[in-house]
């Protein structure tokens, strides 16, 4: 069974910014493709990035593209999403998850896995 336990999430000013972890609790994390969907109130969860299997590659949403850069450490199964220029949009909760892929361009249509959620909370 995988685990992601995602932390990092808080409350920040518009122009802000916030990093996200993501630690998975599992043996083969460097073989799958890793990702963050967010789901704001009265919303459907959206994509928002995603790594691939080496770190090499990533992917963004058109409104998070340019602000945000998704990494991941193998060595440590960890992932991580810097927000840079919060906005109060970004507000909402923000999941990890794992893909059975390794692309990041075909990550969101392949989730596995998701964590808990953590809340990010943007104040203007």
């Known amino acids: 069974q995988v685990q992601l336990v995602e932390s990092g999430g808080g409350l920040v000013q518009a122009g802000g910014s916030l990093r996200l972890s993501c630690a998975a609790s599992?043996?083969?994390?460097?073989?799958?493709?890793m990702g963050w969907f967010r789901q704001a109130p009265g919303k459907e969860r959206e994509f928002v990035a995603a790594?691939?299997?080496?770190?090499?590659?990533?992917d963004y949403s058109d409104s998070v593209r340019g602000r945000f850069t998704n990494s991941r450490d193998n060595a440590k199964n960890l992932v991580y999403l810097q927000m840079n220029s919060l906005k109060p949009e970004d507000t909402a909760v923000y999941y990890c998850?794992?893909?059975?892929?390794?692309?990041?361009?075909?990550?969101?249509?392949?989730?596995?896995?998701w964590g808990q959620g953590t809340q990010v909370t943007v104040s203007s």
């Open positions: 599992v043996r083969t994390f460097s073989s799958y493709a």
């Open positions: 998850a794992s893909a059975r892929t390794r692309s990041a361009q075909t990550m969101p249509k392949n989730t596995v896995y």
């Open positions: 790594v691939s299997a080496s770190g090499v590659s990533t």
